[in-house]
């Protein structure tokens, strides 16, 4: 079996090292390339041959995501395998979206990062357990949103900003005791527990 042919892409030198020395203890997997940015991987893949180019989601320049979209229109037949320490649950929907195989965290232990190379070297798709639930919450919280009524759509939008219940009264022309109602319900529907954590959903949710 042909060992497979990686081009790591990060901005950060150190970083950089210290991957080609734990890909090092990798079987079957060969080092083949670096870049500091996605365009100087897209000069060096040519050459290199990569079958898996591992890159940074946030780097100067050219970053993760225009590096995943260049690659599906230049090497689609080339998986990208994002490795950053950014818990970002946008970022993955757009990276994933833009055609990337898998999304790992920095701290992902040597031997997953061994099998997630393999994985989608042969087609499959990689995502962190930890941002898997980010995705399954960002979801969900979409879901809800689309059972909302208009009043409370407006009542979320004003409660993500940090707006009291007195406050959104005074602003959408309602009783104080009504906005506590469509807070309630809003709790309810989005399934979260607490006034901070649906202000921090919705806010997500409604792109504020």
Do not use: C, W
């Given at each position: 079996?042909?060992?497979?042919r990686?081009?790591i892409?990060?901005?950060?030198?150190?970083?950089?090292?210290?991957?080609?020395?734990?890909?090092?203890?990798?079987?079957?997997?060969?080092?083949?390339?670096?870049?500091?940015?996605?365009?100087?991987?897209?000069?060096v893949?040519?050459?290199?041959?990569?079958?898996?180019?591992v890159?940074?989601?946030?780097?100067?320049?050219m970053?993760?995501?225009a590096?995943?979209?260049?690659?599906?229109?230049?090497?689609?037949?080339?998986?990208?395998?994002?490795?950053?320490?950014?818990?970002?649950?946008?970022?993955?929907?757009?990276?994933?979206?833009?055609?990337?195989?898998?999304?790992?965290?920095?701290?992902?232990?040597?031997?997953?990062?061994?099998?997630?190379?393999?994985?989608?070297?042969?087609?499959?798709?990689?995502?962190?357990?930890?941002?898997?639930m980010?995705?399954r919450?960002?979801?969900?919280?979409?879901?809800?949103?689309?059972?909302?009524?208009?009043?409370?759509?407006?009542?979320?939008?004003?409660?993500a900003?940090?707006?009291?219940?007195?406050?959104?009264?005074?602003?959408?022309?309602?009783?104080?005791?009504?906005?506590?109602?469509?807070?309630?319900?809003?709790?309810?529907?989005?399934?979260?527990r607490?006034?901070?954590?649906?202000?921090?959903?919705?806010?997500?949710?409604?792109?504020?």
């Amino acid at each position: 079996m042909n060992e497979i042919r990686v081009v790591i892409v990060d901005d950060h030198e150190f970083l950089r090292r210290g991957l080609k020395l734990v890909f090092e203890t990798f079987v079957g997997v060969e080092l083949v390339g670096e870049a500091g940015d996605g365009r100087e991987a897209l000069a060096v893949i040519p050459a290199a041959e990569p079958d898996v180019v591992v890159t940074d989601a946030r780097m100067p320049g050219m970053d993760g995501l225009a590096l995943v979209r260049a690659m599906a229109d230049a090497h689609p037949e080339i998986p990208v395998l994002v490795l950053t320490t950014f818990e970002d649950a946008e970022l993955v929907g757009a990276l994933i979206d833009a055609g990337a195989s898998g999304y790992l965290l920095k701290d992902v232990g040597a031997e997953r990062l061994e099998e997630s190379i393999h994985a989608v070297a042969e087609g499959g798709l990689v995502l962190d357990p930890r941002i898997a639930m980010h995705l399954r919450r960002r979801d969900e919280a979409d879901d809800a949103l689309a059972v909302l009524t208009a009043t409370e759509r407006k009542v979320g939008a004003l409660v993500a900003q940090g707006a009291t219940n007195t406050e959104i009264a005074d602003a959408l022309h309602l009783a104080e005791g009504t906005v506590k109602n469509h807070v309630s319900a809003l709790l309810r529907k989005i399934g979260v527990r607490d006034r901070t954590n649906l202000a921090l959903t919705l806010a997500k949710a409604l792109g504020h």
